[in-house]
């Protein structure tokens, strides 16, 4: 906006990640910024006062008193807050998932599209984490050669009963849209559709309530592939302890395993293609280096993300995690979900419409109750992946 020297920002939603925006932006963490107003249907307002309460996102949208606001209401709402938001002319940095499901998501980057002078940006803040910048920068410079394997088990997302019990729209199809996939995972399947780019097709096997009583996925087993016929696998659970997180990137030059807070890259000497064609004995195998990749070991900052944010608005800067891109991620889950629900690989991109409609089915014959407690109090922080 022009002459704009400080953003007026405004935070939608006040439960767990809407309070930790609320937090560093009150303590200055983000230049440039004021928190001015918060908006929260149930959560208590009291303690924002003296900023501007409002009991409802669209009041908040509509007060005047914002220029930008960061929605981080249940997933459902990213999709009308954030719709509302732009058309009153106000700058969007959605939660993820960006939307629940895809057909949300191109509803909300179409009113993008049609007010783009807006900044809209998604929190994928590890995207900023040292260790998934140096594998990205590794597949970029041409070291790993030409990627034909990716494996990521992410079964760290441990949660317990009462996680799923704390809040009513958790773990439903009608309130959340999914499980897993769509309130952990975005993070990952970010970051793997950031490294690799989308696959042409996957194949899910998702198990709905597993290890807790809910109707949504927590355990998942899926086949990726992509068109050059690179193949993967991305496993999650948040029902297994202890969990396992490590990504592992197969390469014609090398693999590059991350796991344990390492990065550990097995360099072939020669691309192994070139070396299975060229060598004239059965058991020969390339000759490998092993490489340690140092990395600074920095745990991803949303506030980061809501710098590059206010940065964008205020001066152009590139986003970071622009809010179209988080389209992939919410597809991905869809993919997975509707490839297990339909008992076939899914072809992308995702037909939008037929998984709405499939989702929309799931709600009408939902026949869950949940059962929601009050859950003490706790460093909600913890929950950041490690
Ligand atoms: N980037 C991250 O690391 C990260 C971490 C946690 C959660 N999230 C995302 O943030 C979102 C919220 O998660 P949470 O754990 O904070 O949930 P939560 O249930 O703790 O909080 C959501 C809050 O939104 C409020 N709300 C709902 N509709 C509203 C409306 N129309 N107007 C105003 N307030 C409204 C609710 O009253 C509630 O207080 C989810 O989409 C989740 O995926 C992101």
Request: net charge negative.
């Amino acid at each position: 906006m022009a002459g704009m020297t400080n953003v007026r920002m405004g935070i939608i939603g006040l439960g767990n990640i809407g309070k930790y925006h609320a937090d560093y932006l009150r303590n200055g963490k983000v230049n440039r910024c004021e928190l001015t107003a918060v908006a929260d249907a149930f959560a208590p307002l009291e303690p924002y006062r003296p900023l501007k309460t409002f009991p409802d996102g669209a009041e908040l949208i509509a007060s005047g008193e914002v220029d930008a606001v960061i929605v981080a209401t249940p997933h459902y709402q990213h999709t009308t807050l954030g719709i509302a938001a732009l058309e009153a002319g106000l700058h969007v940095m959605v939660e993820k998932p960006i939307s629940v499901h895809k057909a949300d998501a191109e509803r909300l980057i179409a009113t993008h599209a049609r007010h783009p002078q807006r900044v809209f940006g998604a929190m994928f803040q590890l995207r900023t984490e040292p260790r998934y910048v140096k594998l990205k920068h590794l597949i970029a410079s041409g070291e790993l050669g030409e990627l034909v394997r990716v494996s990521w088990i992410m079964t760290d997302w441990f949660r317990t009963e009462a996680y799923y019990a704390s809040g009513g729209w958790r773990a439903t199809w009608k309130g959340e849209g999914g499980g897993v996939l769509l309130n952990q995972c975005p993070h990952n399947l970010d970051i793997l559709q950031w490294l690799c780019g989308m696959p042409a097709r996957v194949r899910g096997f998702c198990q709905l309530g597993r290890y807790h009583g809910i109707e949504v996925e927590d355990n998942v087993t899926a086949y990726w592939e992509w068109a050059s016929g690179a193949s993967g696998v991305f496993v999650t659970s948040t029902g297994e302890a202890p969990g396992t997180n490590r990504l592992e990137l197969c390469g014609t030059r090398g693999k590059v395993v991350l796991e344990n807070n390492r990065i550990a890259f097995t360099r072939n000497q020669v691309d192994m293609v070139e070396y299975s064609r060229t060598a004239k004995t059965g058991f020969a195998r390339p000759e490998v280096w092993h490489v340690e990749i140092p990395f600074e070991n920095a745990p991803a900052q949303h506030s980061t993300l809501t710098q590059n944010f206010v940065d964008a608005i205020l001066d152009g800067a590139p986003l970071i995690a622009p809010g179209a891109e988080g389209m992939n991620s919410v597809e991905l889950a869809n993919a997975m979900l509707f490839s297990s629900l339909t008992n076939a690989t899914v072809p992308l991109p995702l037909d939008g419409a037929a998984y709405e409609h499939k989702l929309l089915q799931l709600i009408a014959e939902s026949k869950f109750e949940k059962k929601v407690i009050a859950v003490s109090s706790e460093d909600f922080t913890k929950s950041f992946v490690r």
